[in-house]
């Protein structure tokens, strides 16, 4: 098998977690566009990324490297932000959106006014569209069986 050309948007649209119990994780951003004409930024990644992997509970926040639009002047290229999944009464915030299914690990963190708070940071993200449906799976006439490619850090291991 081949070199696969990935595209800028699909790799920095990938995004590294620690949560608050430092256990690590990945997720990637996707951009939703409303009837209304207005959008939003969520992170899409595993329930257990928010949780603590032996206790279950919660994680505080959780911890997530963005890429900067420019390298700054201490010739960083990412930049690391704290988001809160809990409130102080162990509430899960309104931006943390659960599967209703418990057994279906996902979760969406909409994160649209980090990107507000952090002028800075690389807001590229993919759009609903590249979310592949059952339906688009028999259009496109993909079966099981087809060659997949995953970004993401396992076991936390990643490159700077």
Known sequence: MGDIPLHTEVLRSVVYIKNS?????????????????????????NKHVLKDK????????????????QTDASGNKTKLV???????DGKIFNRVFLHPNDSVDIAAVAI???????????????????????????????????DVFILGYPAGIFSS
């Open 82 to 88: 704290n988001i809160p999944i809990l409130s102080i």
């Open 21 to 45: 119990f430092d256990q690590v994780g990945s997720g990637f951003l996707i951009s939703k566009k409303f009837p209304d004409g207005k959008s939003a930024v969520f992170l899409i990644t």
């Open 54 to 69: 032996i206790a279950g509970q919660f994680a505080n926040l959780i911890t997530v490297r963005f890429y900067l639009k």
């Open 112 to 146: 649209t006014d980090i990107f507000m708070q952090n002028a800075d940071i690389d807001v590229t993200s993919l759009p609903e569209e590249a979310i592949l449906t059952k339906e688009r799976m028999e259009q496109e006439v993909i079966n099981a069986g087809e």
